[in-house]
């Protein structure tokens, strides 16, 4: 993400984005168990974050006009992710984050990963959603900020790499995009979450562990 609010076009606020959201973290809440201190890297509108039920809540967004979405009890940096590495070692237990890692580079996931082992609590938990290349090939530089291609065949090999194991992994949970014409009421979101057909899922759903 760049400084400023140059992807307002490309990332708009939806208002069916929220329903949304809601189920997934319902869907998530209850797979990840109790979390007290959960950091959200590139939160966006937060609308993840604000709804997750952690004690403590940070967040880190590169544009400052995201921090106007945030509700009160979530502390938005304006700063990239690798500002993660200034927060006490091992006091963190679940980081997530939402169509991120796909934007970054192999150097700059080299750097950023180690630092989010580091700030997990032991056995804490890195969960994220994200592009399934395998699904969406033939969308996934539609958008030009991807930088590199991820899949879940490639995840334990590449989450070893860095100290982690998978715990779960649902290689599509999600349609490939918010803006999708599948509908979003939030109980038809709750019964695609938990069905085992997913028409247009490219998204999956990764729970990793530090080992």
């Given at each position: 993400m760049t400084k400023g609010n140059p992807y307002k076009?490309?990332?708009?606020?939806?208002?069916?984005?929220?329903?949304?959201?809601?189920?997934?973290v319902r869907f998530i809440a209850k797979n990840v168990g109790d979390i007290q201190t959960l950091v959200e890297l590139g939160p966006g509108y937060c609308d993840f974050i604000n709804l997750f039920p952690a004690f403590n809540k940070i967040a880190y967004e590169i544009n400052p006009e995201m921090k106007l979405y945030a509700a009160d009890d979530v502390r938005v940096y304006c700063d990239d992710a690798m500002a993660v590495s200034r927060l006490e070692i091992e006091s963190v237990d679940m980081v997530f984050a939402s169509n991120f890692?796909?934007?970054?580079?192999?150097?700059?996931?080299?750097?950023?990963?180690?630092?989010?082992?580091?700030?997990?609590?032991?056995?804490?938990?890195?969960?994220?959603?994200?592009?399934?290349?395998?699904?969406?090939?033939?969308?996934?530089?539609?958008?030009?900020?991807?930088?590199?291609?991820?899949?879940?065949?490639?995840?334990?090999?590449?989450l070893g790499k860095y100290g982690f194991a998978i715990r779960t992994l649902v290689p599509a949970l999600l349609p490939f995009s918010m803006k999708s014409r599948l509908p979003k009421w939030q109980f038809l979101v709750r019964l695609y979450l938990n069905s085992p057909i997913k028409p247009m899922a490219a998204q999956m759903y990764v729970v990793a562990v530090k080992e």
């Open positions: 076009d490309r990332y708009p606020l939806l208002k069916s984005r929220r329903h949304v959201w809601h189920e997934i890692f796909e934007h970054l580079d192999m150097n700059e996931l080299d750097d950023l990963m180690p630092e989010i082992r580091k700030v997990l609590r032991p056995r804490g938990l890195l969960v994220f959603i994200q592009p399934n290349y395998r699904f969406c090939e033939k969308n996934y530089f539609d958008d030009p900020t991807h930088k590199t291609i991820f899949s879940d065949l490639m995840l334990p090999e590449f």
